[in-house]
């Protein structure tokens, strides 16, 4: 069958009964009118109103066995052979019974098909044309009755049968021209329903996307036309996928339902608001061209609404948002470069802090044509082994004894520069390729460990960072399985380090990756504590050995008094909770003393070495195990 062609069952099913039932109805009734004919009629004719009748019989079963088709067919070729038989024998063409011909071939429209209807036509027509020829050369002499009462009875049944049956036939059409107009309304309404939905966000009931791209090019119409111009705002929650990991995905629905209601009551009548999709929404605004304050204003208020404190699930959420500005004909004057721009403003809205908006300007296009440009450059530069490990060295305060290093990853171009960490980091963690390129440096860093401890510095450990998106795909705990049996290297060498914001949004399927591989004898450590959330109920659950302050807080301890209290009071945390605190981005021997009255166990920084390379790392452990380690505070001389 022809697709687009298919019929439902139910609906075949009501037209076959519906057919049989008319056939039933039709045949008897005429089955009446048959028996009332043949009590008035003569001989001549009475054998084939008979033979005529039995088969009427045979039709009333057939209709009755739902088999329409079949049933109307010997019904229609039944009335037509006994109509002709009859005027053969009686007057010919100028018989009354051809007048029921045309009734049959209404019936055969109707309830038969095309071939069968035509047929029917071509049989009569040449009955009539072959009998009236016969009659006009003498070849047949038709049998003329004189009138009488039966003429009278036989036209009335004729015209009675004919008028019910064709009434009820058209009645029927009727009906179903009427279901045919309301299914065609109800099918409209479906359109339009589908439509709206369509254009509509199902979570928030605001306008959606599709809708947004719809109306753009009409609305800039409309602002050029006027000396206006349509800005585009497009808004991004900060901080919203702890809300999800913490919470469910439940409660943060509910606060982006929240969040939208808020935002209709921000913006005027006439502007669109549309989710743009995921924590994204995105707000079309018509402002007067000398009226760049409106929109502004606008952006303040959106933030504003959003910064307010949400009470989701009897839990106080408190977000951000940040919101990127590109305007019409300025920015662009197509709906997808006008999103891009916006897009690349909001993201400088982020990196200044977020919170804040931006407004487009060309200088963002360029950092992010940079950015994708670097991001293309990453994935050669591990193909090309552009990337190298460097060491920094991890000191234990009151011994001064090296305990560990510090794995850094270096990315040297082909030129001889170098790319800092804190801009291809970020890029290669949204692009993914973070996954290889840590897959890479663990394997390395647990190789040069392995050295070091084959070299005779047995009780060295290695730090290795972790990235959220080394837990996406779950082959974690085999991939530094694999790294600590390929060289040998036992697992209490291995130190993992993660920073506070993946604790925040620790899901069950990293908890399990973590404890499996804590499993295996890997320690974990908390690195850069106290820029994040620093929060203590995570510390708890996560049982690391080793918490990292960040150097922000102790570079300038020494001469800034308002760190020395917040250092204090993570180092006894650490002692509460049983971790070893380690200082970050010490360069002097007055930050060493500081930290040795706070009771700080280990150091990191510039003060003993830079992150160096594995080789120098190896030359730099042999000379600091030379060194007149008597002074505990004279490390001037390293």
């Not at 966000?201 to 409309?222: K, M």
């Not at 170098?418 to 290669?428: K, M, N, Q, S, T």
Request: net charge negative.
């Amino acid at each position: 069958m022809v697709k687009g062609k298919e019929r439902s069952p139910l609906l075949e099913y009501d037209n076959t009964a519906l057919k049989s039932r008319r056939l039933m109805q039709i045949s008897g009734i005429t089955l009446v009118g048959l028996l009332l004919i043949i009590l008035v009629a003569d001989d001549r004719i009475r054998p084939f109103l008979m033979l005529g009748g039995l088969t009427l019989i045979a039709v009333l079963w057939l209709a009755a066995q739902r088999n329409p088709e079949k049933a109307a067919s010997v019904f229609l070729w039944c009335l037509t052979m006994m109509l002709s038989s009859i005027a053969w024998v009686s007057e010919g063409v100028r018989d009354m019974s051809l007048l029921a011909y045309p009734s049959v071939l209404i019936f055969a429209a109707i309830l038969g098909s095309k071939a069968l209807f035509f047929s029917l036509l071509t049989l009569m027509v040449g009955f009539a044309t072959i009998v009236g020829l016969l009659s006009l050369s003498g070849w047949h002499e038709p049998y003329y009755y004189e009138l009488a009462p039966r003429h009278i009875v036989f036209t009335d049944v004729i015209l009675i049968l004919t008028g019910f049956s064709v009434y009820m036939l058209l009645r029927d059409q009727r009906k179903l021209l009427v279901n045919l107009k309301e299914e065609n309304f109800r099918v409209r309404e479906r359109e339009l329903l589908i439509g709206d939905l369509a254009n509509q966000d199902q979570l928030t009931g605001l306008y959606n996307r599709r809708f947004a791209e719809t109306v753009f090019s009409e609305l800039s119409d409309q602002c050029q036309c006027g000396d206006g111009r349509l800005a585009l705002l497009f808004f991004d929650l900060d901080n919203f996928k702890p809300v999800n990991d913490s919470l469910g995905h439940a409660a943060g629905d509910l606060l982006l339902r929240e969040l939208a209601d808020r935002l209709k009551t921000v913006v005027a009548k006439d502007d669109i608001l549309c989710r743009f999709g995921g924590d994204e929404f995105l707000v079309l605004t018509c402002f007067s061209s000398n009226d760049q304050g409106y929109v502004t204003n606008l952006a303040d208020q959106l933030i504003a609404a959003a910064s307010i404190p949400f009470y989701i699930q009897s839990t106080r959420i408190e977000v951000s948002g940040s919101i990127g500005i590109a305007i019409a004909p300025e920015h662009g004057d197509v709906f997808s470069e006008l999103c891009r721009h916006a897009d690349a403003a909001m993201y400088q809205a982020k990196e200044d802090g977020r919170h804040v908006y931006r407004i487009y300007d060309d200088s963002m296009s360029k950092a992010s044509a940079a950015k994708l440009s670097m991001m293309a450059d990453l994935r050669e530069a591990l193909v090309n082994k552009e990337f190298q490990v460097y060491y920094q060295p991890q000191i234990d305060l009151a011994s001064r004894q090296v305990c560990g290093a510090e794995a850094l990853i270096r990315w040297q171009r082909r030129d001889g520069s170098f790319v800092p960490p804190d801009e291809f980091i970020p890029l290669a963690e949204s692009s993914g390729i973070i996954a290889d390129i840590g897959c890479w440096v663990l394997r390395e860093a647990c190789r040069d460990c392995a050295g070091w401890r084959q070299a005779g510095f047995t009780h060295m450990s290695v730090s290795v960072n972790l990235s959220y998106v080394q837990f996406r795909d779950g082959e974690l705990e085999c991939r530094v399985r694999k790294a600590l049996d390929r060289v040998g290297l036992p697992a209490q060498a291995l130190e993992l380090e993660l920073t506070e914001s993946m604790l925040i949004g620790e899901s069950p399927h990293i908890q399990k990756q973590i404890a499996a591989i804590r499993a295996m004898g890997v320690n974990f450590a908390i690195d850069d504590f106290g820029t994040g959330y620093s929060n203590l109920g995570y510390l708890r659950r996560f049982s690391a050995t080793r918490l990292k302050i960040d150097k922000s807080f102790v570079m300038d301890m020494g001469g800034a008094a308002k760190d020395k209290p917040l250092v204090r009071a993570i180092i006894q945390m650490c002692d509460s909770l049983g971790l070893e605190a380690v200082a970050e981005g010490v360069e002097d021997n007055e930050t060493v003393r500081e930290l040795l009255a706070l009771g700080c166990h280990q150091g990191q920084g510039y003060l003993w070495s830079k992150a160096i390379t594995n080789d120098a790392f190896l030359c730099w452990l042999s000379e600091y195990g030379k060194q007149d380690l008597s002074d505990p505070f004279d490390y001037a001389q390293l």
